[in-house]
């Protein structure tokens, strides 16, 4: 099913004299999720992702906008009539109730024409369970399964109705990291074979990277960025996306384009045409190439093995954090020194921004001296 979003928009009044200033939580936001797709809606807290899924739900109402399923406009429709399924961060499962009991729930409360004999009941609870693979669990109560379990549960609860749009809001965020690692790949799984349009909240740019087939990027209630993760990764719009994508962190510079060359401090690090002007230069920790005579000098901090790859943690009197953390491979170690590391930078690893708006700058670079 396709959800397409117009222009939604949703505020919310102040709340007395401790917040007194309207929220506007989602701000004319504008999408269209293709049919069968994973949409991983990303962005830090706050930024109104939970109110834009509560919005596709239908369990809050827009100030202004629209949502479409396909050619239904469902911008009217509560919740039961626009066949969504829900997961939380808290699983919210019946304690009271055994695993085969709660993702019946849902088809117990079918009325009229939708309603549904015993035995088929059955049969779709028990389809529900062997798609997220706890159909050996049936008997068992929510307190007697593993926090990883019981968040299948919810799913298979949410997919029980075969629903037009499964929504699942922070799902992994009280898992430990092992499962939170293999349930993500679960649910992509149980997405691609059930095909099932489905819309992934998350804070963790890993997560939402590695499973979706598109991400949209929110900061205070507006998209910043949609696209496939690897081309938003390799192609930020402003500051704000270069650094919320990507671990560990993009690497920025107070930097200047001054006749023909980007400085980082005294270093001229690239060749480039520009107009002469001060930026921010991003930089990616794999950007760094360890050289002996490489134009960015560094100072040494440390250096962490981590298998196949070293951190080069150095300083830059010109870099805004305390910390340069560069990714090389272990064959190019030798090139680093003891108390300093001179680098030269991968020409498409490095990105300009306008240090008033922070909107990415576009411009052609080479290496120095090429
Ligand atoms: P996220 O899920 O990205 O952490 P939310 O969508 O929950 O963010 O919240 C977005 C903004 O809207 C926040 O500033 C939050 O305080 C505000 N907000 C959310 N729900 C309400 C509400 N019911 N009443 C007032 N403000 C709210
Ligand atoms: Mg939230």
């Known amino acids: 099913m396709e959800v397409i979003l117009q222009n939604l928009t949703k505020k919310f009044p102040g709340r007395g004299r401790k917040n007194p200033d309207e929220v506007t939580a989602v701000n004319d936001f504008n999408f269209e999720i293709p049919d069968g797709s ?15 899924l509560h919005l596709i739900s239908g369990l809050l109402k827009p100030t202004s906008g ?81 926090g990883g379990q019981q968040q299948r549960v919810a799913i298979a609860r949410a997919l029980v109705k075969m629903p037009r749009v499964l929504l699942l809001d922070e799902p992994l965020s009280n898992l430990d990291a092992r499962l939170r690692l293999q349930t ?6 149980i997405q691609q074979e059930t095909g099932i349009t489905t819309i992934f909240v998350t804070h963790d740019q890993e997560e939402a990277m590695s499973i979706s087939d598109q991400i949209v990027v929110m900061k205070d209630g507006i998209v910043q960025q949609t696209g496939k993760p690897q081309e938003v ?8 996306v270069a650094k919320f994508l990507g671990n560990p962190q993009i690497n920025v510079f107070h930097g200047e384009i001054k006749g023909n060359r980007l400085y980082i401090g005294e270093d001229a690090v690239l060749d480039i045409q520009g107009t002469e002007r001060e930026v921010y230069v991003g930089i990616r920790p794999e950007g760094f190439v360890p ?23 150095t300083f830059n ?54």
Not at 233 to 240: Q, T
Not at 324 to 345: K, L, P, Q, W, Y
């Open 38 to 52: 994973l949409i991983g809606l990303l962005g830090p807290s706050g930024c109104g992702k939970s109110t834009t």
């Open 66 to 146: 629209k949502i479409f399923f396909g050619e239904d406009d469902v911008t009217g429709l509560p919740p039961e009539n626009r066949g969504i399924g829900l997961v939380f961060q808290n699983y919210a499962l019946y304690p009271h109730l055994t695993v085969k009991q709660n993702i019946l729930f849902p088809l117990e409360n079918l009325k009229g024409k939708d309603k549904l004999s015993k035995q088929e009941m059955l049969e779709k609870a028990q389809e529900a369970a062997r798609l997220v693979q706890i159909d050996g669990l049936m008997e068992r109560k929510p307190g007697e399964l593993s």
């Open 184 to 189: 993500r790949e679960e649910i992509r799984r």
């Open 233 to 240: 990764y390799d192609d930020p719009l402003n500051l704000f």
């Open 291 to 313: 050289k002996a005579d490489g134009p960015l000098s560094c100072g040494l901090r440390g250096v962490e093995v981590m298998g196949r790859d070293i951190s080069v943690v």
């Open 317 to 370: 009197k010109a870099s805004l954090a305390p910390a340069v953390r560069s990714i090389i491979s272990t064959e190019n170690m030798a090139d680093i020194g003891s108390t300093t590391a001179r680098f030269a930078v991968l020409p498409h690893k490095v990105y300009l921004f306008d240090k008033e708006t922070e909107e990415r700058i576009y411009y052609k670079t080479e290496a120095v001296g090429q």
